[in-house]
C-alpha cells in the first residue's frame, strides 16, 4: 500500500435510516456484534458514523447531518428498522438502544 492509498473504504449515506440499518443487520449476525456509533463536527459539518471490518480494510459508513445529534441514544427498533433519538436507555426489549459518542477529534480524513 502506498502512502497515498488508505486502508478506509469510505460508503455516505443518503439518510440516516439507511446507515442504521447497517447497525442492524450486524447485531443480527451470528457474531452480534453492534458497531459503536460516533459523532463529530469535521470541517463545519455535522458527521455520524460507523466503522465496520477487519484487519486489511476497515469501512467507514458515514452520514453528514444538518444538527448535531440533541439526544444521547438512538433507539432502533429490531422489528421494524425505525428510530428515534432519546435521552436515555428505555425498557423496549425489541430495540437496541445504540449510544452516541462524542468525539473531539480523530485522525479519519473524511472525504468531504
Known amino acids: ?24 443487520f450486524s447485531s443480527q449476525s451470528a457474531l452480534g456484534l453492534t458497531p459503536m456509533l460516533y459523532h463529530i463536527t469535521y470541517k463545519g459539518k455535522e458527521i455520524l458514523f460507523i466503522e465496520t471490518g477487519a484487519l486489511g480494510g476497515a469501512l467507514v459508513h458515514y452520514i453528514d447531518e444538518k444538527e448535531k445529534p440533541n ?35 480523530t485522525s479519519i480524513q473524511f472525504p468531504i
Not at 432502533?76 to 452516541?100: A, M, N
Open 1 to 24: 500500500m502506498t502512502k497515498d492509498e488508505s486502508p478506509l473504504t469510505f460508503l455516505k449515506y443518503k439518510n440516516l435510516s439507511d446507515m442504521l440499518k447497517v447497525i442492524l
Open 71 to 105: 439526544k444521547k441514544f438512538i433507539e432502533l427498533r429490531q422489528l421494524t428498522g425505525e428510530y428515534e433519538f432519546v435521552e436515555k436507555i428505555g425498557t423496549d426489549t425489541h430495540s437496541i438502544y445504540i449510544p452516541i459518542l462524542e468525539l473531539d477529534s
